[in-house]
DNA sequence: TATGAATGAGTATTCATTCAT
DNA sequence: GATGAATGAATACTCATTCAT
């Protein structure tokens, strides 16, 4: 709704990506935003709701990414145009994949807001939606779909710390390739 | 030696363990620990270096865990140790998990340490040996050892994090359940 | 305009005065100002700021002595009038005459800021042009007369130096008339 | 006496000279001494002493630099030395001409110590020693020694006020000269 | 809607100094 | 003579937040 509203959370976003947590304070981001400081208030109230909101809007951004995969035809094909989405989410917004799926500041700081573990659900659920489609059609073979999504989220999840830790290659090109390469090994266990 | 240092030390890691990185204060260290806030300097030059300290101990502590599991006779059975008494530290020490392997404050913190990288690589490294060793005994079928070791980690280090996010279920029992289970998935695409 | 903003700049005139360069802190201003040590940041950036426009306001004062000797008729008159304006500066605003003339410590500290040094050269320069004046004017003999000014601004200011020193009468009396016989004796060399 | 008070004070003065006055603290005086900061105090009682005592060798060493004046064989010659030597001291030991002469930390710090009042009314009385004997000898004319001696020392002190506020030319060769130009011009009014 | 002024609590760090050994 | 450990007070500065306008 408010203009400045979304000014104020694209700022903190971008003060969040480029100085991470401790870069996220109420004056910086109104510096950023051109306002004053206290301008802020009249749009959240505090800054634990400006940060919440904030990371709504990435579990949005993390969907908003993941969802054209429901266009394709076929079950297998939405599998995997969801893990590559998936891929591509962390490549290009590797922040606000810290923010939803790693950071325990983001726990700790809103333990409170329950609609977040409902963000976070709702992204899991996707992919057992998607399993549980794969094991019907017959792509995937029948085994728990629920668990099999912690295997892949997990495996996805870490890759990307072992990433960010330096530990794998930085270039694209070769991260997509040596992604690619682990997905299939983790499918061998689950296709059918 | 100095008995101080150890306190310090391990108070600055019950703080970060109560309250994240923004516990980690040297005041509140230090009235945790007992002493004025000055007296930390009298063992640490700075808060960077006690932080580097405090990493460089967990990565000892992971190693703590990891090494009794050389102690087995077959590669087979040092591996499945390793996966073993990996679960146990993530399950005994989640801030210590979190600190060397996900934080990435610890990261941009700590970028000068060189030596800290050096430890990331050895507790890979631990990883690709065990799968090496399995290779040539037989266990694991011949694959790119070093590749078999990021799905591994990968799916350990995101086990964890959906396992703090909330997602994965709470009480150990079911955890180590699981935690198998999602091993056993990954484990029939790479063995022999 | 700012009400504050010159109540917090006389405050750190007064405590320099008092306490000299180490007087001169955020905490010890603020608390004169009666306001928060917080509250100058609102006022000045920081420290160098505050004391870079403590200097220019010392600057700014000296100037306003010297010049309504421009005011006089004759270039003798205005040359003899600044002489006895600088001395009246001297007298009566010591801190500040030190602030600009003599403490290295504005100079290590305000190293940065270049329009002090533009500062320094025009308080020198309006001794440079009074003198220039009267060797047009026939008063005092042709001579190089950037020369004759720091002949005569090295007195002055070295006069102060012992005056502060404690090697020269403390009455005021006594010291303008001993001001007055040094710079006859200067002005020996100097007259036509 | 004590092989280590020398070394402190030496380095103490080392300190003052490359870092100010705000770098004489006691642990980076120790720290370039290589002994502990408690050391200190085996040897001074405190660091008002230590300044103190540091001061009484700046005196010292200008003495030190004055003294060989005497050996000339006239009035005149011992006067023209002292100008030199003077100013050799200027160039030389800048820092500890500054702290003997300029500084009002120095004063305020000191207050207290009478001695070095009385030091510093024999550096004083040096030259009103020598203008009287040039007075006796008839190279300078029937003039108030005293008083003769303000201007010179007064001259001497502001000159080098200009030339570390840098108004002055900062190569060695340019600054001798034009030294000897303005003591020329004074004299002018003291000479016979 | 927005601002400027202000605040109190908190940050890391430095200081001179003391004390027990 | 010297040290290591510790301290309390001080340093500049940042923070989220409030209030009056």
Redesign the interface.
């Known amino acids: 709704m408010s203009d400045t509203k979304d000014t104020i959370l694209a700022c903190a976003r971008d003060q969040y990506l480029s100085d ?3 870069g996220l304070s109420m004056r910086k981001i109104a510096d950023k935003a051109g306002i004053s400081a206290t301008a802020i208030y009249r749009h959240f109230s505090n800054k634990e709701e400006l940060f919440h909101r904030l990371v709504k809007k990435g579990f949005g951004t993390y969907t908003y990414y993941l969802t054209p995969a429901l266009e394709e035809e076929t079950a297998e094909l939405r599998f995997k145009k969801t893990m590559e989405y998936a891929l591509d989410f962390i490549l290009e917004q590797p922040k606000y994949f ?1 923010l939803i ?5 983001t ?2 700081e809103l333990a409170n807001f329950d609609d977040l ?1 409902v963000d ?2 709702i992204s ?1 659920d996707f992919y057992t939606d998607r399993i549980n489609e794969c094991i019907a059609e017959g792509y995937l073979k029948d ?1 728990n779909a629920s ?2 999504s ?2 892949l ?10 990433y ?5 290659p930085r270039s694209k090109k070769e991260i997509r390739a ?1 992604y690619w ?2 997905v ?7 296709i059918a």
């Open positions: 991470g947590y401790k810290e799926f790693v950071k325990s500041e726990k700790d573990r976070s659900k899991f085994d668990e099999v912690v295997l989220l997990a495996s996805y999840t870490g890759f990307f710390a072992l960010t830790a330096g530990l794998l040596l390469r682990t299939e090994r983790i499918m061998v266990g689950v």
